[in-house]
T-cell receptor, first 112, second 113 residues
């Protein structure tokens, strides 16, 4: 069964600090891995998309890495801001059409 | 360009009532999908469509119906609401077959009493 496991479940950091969120998956055959940010009360918004051949992708202060051999991804947030407080969701797609596997998300709280 | 529009934003139903959650997108996306999100859990796929006239079941389809008569619209019907259907519902669309970047609506908070 395709699975996506995210850790930690929740994280609290101080404004200005860096943090790294983890995503492990067993989806096969792998197509791509996406990170989304979901603010409270809103729909998820795409941050990055990585295919098999990409091992790093950046979007401003967000940098995602992918190790397709170990089936692991991480999302690194640099110089955190209060607005980074949100849930971060890892989504992995297989090459079959129509369905993606969602992780349960990591809830990040940035405190002043 | 409004993106993905969901209505209503909030809804309260009594057990046994039926209703339709509306979803429309103006990006000419072929793929549309419905998810539910329960507290502390990830998004779970209810139904999806890869084009007008084509729908398929996701992970948790029981109690829900969908249809796709146009590219733009993908309504979700609750036939006989149950308290277990209390959740936040999200509609999403994408260019391809669902393995590309998803664009999400703002969600519908549904409570079934």
């Amino acid at each position: 069964k395709n699975q996506v496991e995210q850790s930690p479940q929740s994280l609290i950091i101080l404004e200005g600090k860096n943090c790294t969120l983890q995503c492990n998956y067993t989806v096969s055959p792998f197509s791509n891995l996406r990170w989304y940010k979901q603010d409270t009360g809103r729909g998820p918004v795409s941050l990055t998309i990585m295919t098999f051949s990409e091992n790093t992708k950046s979007n401003g202060r967000y940098t995602a890495t992918l190790d397709a051999d170990t089936k692991q991804s991480s999302l690194h947030i640099t110089a955190s801001q209060l607005s980074d407080s949100a849930s971060y969701i890892c989504v992995v797609s297989a090459r079959s059409a129509g369905k993606s596997t969602f992780g349960d998300g990591t809830t990040l709280t940035v405190k002043p | 360009n409004a993106g993905v529009t969901q209505t209503p934003k909030f809804q309260v139903l009594k057990t046994g009532q039926s209703m339709t959650l509306q979803c429309a997108q103006d990006m000419n996306h072929e793929y549309m999908s419905w998810y539910r999100q329960d507290p502390g859990m990830g998004l779970r796929l209810i139904h999806y469509s890869v084009g007008a006239g084509i729908t398929d079941q996701g992970e948790v389809p029981n109690g829900y119906n969908v249809s796709r008569s146009t590219t733009e619209d993908f309504p979700l019907r609750l036939l006989s609401a149950a308290p277990s259907q209390t959740s936040v519902y999200f509609c999403a669309s994408s260019f391809g077959q669902g393995a590309e970047k998803l664009f999400f609506g703002s969600g519908t908070q549904l409570s079934v009493l």
